[in-house]
């Protein structure tokens, strides 16, 4: 549903921005998110932006004269119309730390079998992104997230990925267990991505670190989220992510990993709070 404001909004004009076997993206004109609109077929990635074809991709070039609004998605000759709505938002429940902590294990132990990189050094800006997560410098987040966004080649730069997939597992790994600071962490993170991201990355990467600000994620991804919770299996939803693009699984695997550890962290600095507060009484 992350589309429907600009599908259900009056009539705007809009061109093809890229064309791929599986899927094509729309640019909107006007300053409003989401900019950028994803046709995918049934075999695509489900993006937090796409809306899923019933039918192939109808021949499309780039440059292509395109509209958006009124439910309807035109492009080239092929008219859209939405029948039904999806939910970008991953739905986890409720889960207990020590869950996660097994989760975090899991996870490390399938990425190492994997051995898939990611787009960037995860030595450099990445590492001070987490580790600012990780021990609650928000200064310290702020200015690696800045760093890092629009860092890497692509339509969707390997920094970007890496910061969506954070954005979504510190909101909702720290709903899901209760660690407020988490959420707090993700909200600043978010305006500053908001806010950054229209120039410092391109329109297709903008529009989905858009959504990531709001937690939506791609189907893949918020499989792992879900099996991070106990909710499907880990190992089958991690291959899958993995397997996206060229770095864009890595890169969106890293940044979950990234958001888990440091839920985790600041789980236990609550939970060293609350032994201190409980001795001094």
């Not at 975090?104 to 990611?118: E, F, M, P, S």
């Not at 950054?196 to 391109?202: E, G, M, S, V, Y």
Request: charged content about 20%.
């Amino acid at each position: 549903m992350a589309l429907r404001p600009a599908l259900e909004a009056s009539r705007r004009p809009a061109r093809v921005l890229a064309v791929f076997p599986l899927g094509a993206y729309l640019e909107t004109r006007g300053p409003n998110e989401p900019r950028v609109v994803c046709l995918v077929t049934g075999e695509g990635t489900r993006l937090p932006n796409a809306v899923v074809l019933a039918e192939p991709l109808p021949p499309l070039a780039v440059g292509d004269e395109a509209a958006v609004g009124d439910g309807v998605v035109e492009a080239g000759r092929a008219v859209v119309r939405i029948r039904r709505w999806w939910d970008p938002m991953p739905a986890l429940g409720l889960t207990e730390i020590p869950r996660l902590e097994r989760a975090a294990v899991r996870l490390a132990d399938i990425c190492a079998a994997t051995g898939r990189a990611t787009g960037l050094d995860e030595a450099g800006f990445p590492a001070q992104l987490a580790a600012a997560c990780a021990n609650d410098s928000l200064l310290g987040a702020l200015t690696a997230a800045e760093q890092i966004m629009g860092l890497g080649p692509g339509l969707t730069p390997s920094g970007d990925d890496m910061l969506a997939g954070l954005l979504t597992a510190l909101r909702h790994l720290g709903t899901a267990a209760g660690v407020e600071r988490a959420v707090w962490l993700a909200d600043w993170l978010a305006a500053t991505v908001v806010f950054d991201a229209p120039t410092r990355t391109t329109p297709i990467s903008a529009t989905l670190l858009h959504c990531a600000a709001k937690g939506q994620c791609c189907a893949e991804a918020a499989a792992v989220l879900r099996g991070i919770v106990g909710l499907q299996s880990l190992d089958a939803a991690v291959q899958r992510l993995l397997r996206l693009g060229h770095t864009s699984g890595a890169d969106l695997t890293w940044g979950i990993r990234a958001g888990l550890s440091a839920v985790l962290a600041l789980a236990r600095r609550d939970a060293g709070r609350v032994e201190e507060i409980a001795q001094v009484r």
